[in-house]
């Protein structure tokens, strides 16, 4: 009997102890402000914590389907009735497996411009990649307003027939359409932004954060 409860206590501990780790793996999104005094030349720090820590997006990861992570970062003002949207940006980070050169490839796009993060043969250092601070070129107004940032985040794990319209954008049709060559609403509009709304099997996921209020000094 004392043997079989203490089984029972071990298993017990071992859920417990799992569920403490999976906790500790949970997906946060998180927008920090800057120092009280660069509010008017400095934006927020936007990080997307452990993204990659569920094992049904690894699996897809590996099986060679690319995920997206659409960022949106606002500025707003408190109004007595109303609040009001001052300032906005929109960026986005891709993660993909390349079976060739067993490697995850993370890439940010911030407007039209393209910056690889590195690539990696650890899913965990793709991870941080997409955990990196990244500081957005949103600054404060000079207002009598309380102010405040808030932060949006679309996970979206693309599926076999955006593979090669992905790999298209990322290899310079972007490009093309910005030196002319091609309409840039059938490059970005029809092809980037598409991106987004497609989803594999529903395995797409959001985050939304805010920053407390604050004032101009």
Same mark, same amino acid.
């Given at each position: 009997?004392?043997?079989?409860?203490?089984?029972?206590?071990?298993?017990?501990?071992?859920?417990?102890?799992?569920?403490?780790? /999976?906790?500790?793996?949970?997906?946060?999104?998180?927008?920090?402000?800057?120092?009280?005094?660069?509010?008017?030349? /400095?934006?927020?720090?936007?990080?997307?914590?452990?993204?990659?820590?569920?094992?049904?997006?690894?699996?897809?990861?590996?099986?060679?389907?690319?995920?997206?992570?659409?960022? #949106?970062? /606002?500025?707003?003002? +408190?109004?007595?009735?109303?609040?009001?949207? +001052?300032?906005?940006?929109?960026?986005?980070?891709?993660?993909?497996?390349?079976?060739?050169?067993?490697?995850? /490839?993370?890439?940010?796009?911030?407007?039209?411009?393209?910056?690889?993060?590195?690539?990696?043969?650890?899913?965990?250092?793709?991870?941080?990649?997409?955990?990196?601070?990244?500081?957005?070129?949103?600054?404060?107004? #000079?207002?009598?307003?309380?102010?405040?940032?808030?932060?949006?985040?679309?996970?979206?794990?693309?599926?076999?027939?955006?593979?090669?319209?992905?790999?298209?954008?990322?290899?310079?049709?972007?490009?093309?359409?910005?030196?002319?060559?091609?309409?840039?609403?059938?490059?970005?509009?029809?092809?980037?932004?598409?991106?987004?709304?497609?989803?594999?099997?529903?395995?797409?996921? +959001?985050?939304?954060?805010?920053?407390?209020?604050?004032?101009?000094?």
């Amino acid at each position: 009997m004392g043997r079989a409860r203490r089984l029972i206590a071990a298993a017990a501990f071992l859920t417990l102890r799992g569920a403490s780790l /999976e906790a500790q793996r949970r997906p946060a999104l998180d927008v920090q402000l800057p120092p009280a005094a660069q509010t008017l030349t /400095e934006g927020p720090v936007i990080i997307a914590r452990e993204m990659l820590s569920g094992a049904r997006i690894r699996e897809l990861l590996s099986a060679g389907f690319p995920a997206q992570f659409h960022f #949106r970062v /606002e500025l707003w003002s +408190e109004g007595r009735w109303v609040n009001d949207l +001052e300032r906005e940006m929109e960026y986005d980070v891709f993660v993909r497996y390349s079976a060739i050169e067993k490697a995850y /490839e993370v890439t940010q796009k911030i407007h039209d411009g393209l910056f690889p993060l590195g690539k990696f043969t650890n899913l965990d250092d793709a991870e941080a990649a997409v955990a990196r601070p990244t500081r957005v070129p949103i600054t404060a107004i #000079r207002s009598s307003r309380a102010q405040y940032y808030d932060a949006t985040l679309a996970v979206t794990v693309l599926s076999l027939s955006d593979l090669d319209e992905l790999d298209r954008w990322l290899t310079g049709d972007v490009q093309s359409a910005i030196s002319g060559s091609r309409n840039p609403g059938t490059a970005l509009t029809r092809g980037v932004r598409a991106l987004a709304a497609r989803a594999l099997g529903g395995e797409k996921r +959001e985050y939304g954060s805010h920053t407390p209020t604050f004032r101009v000094p």
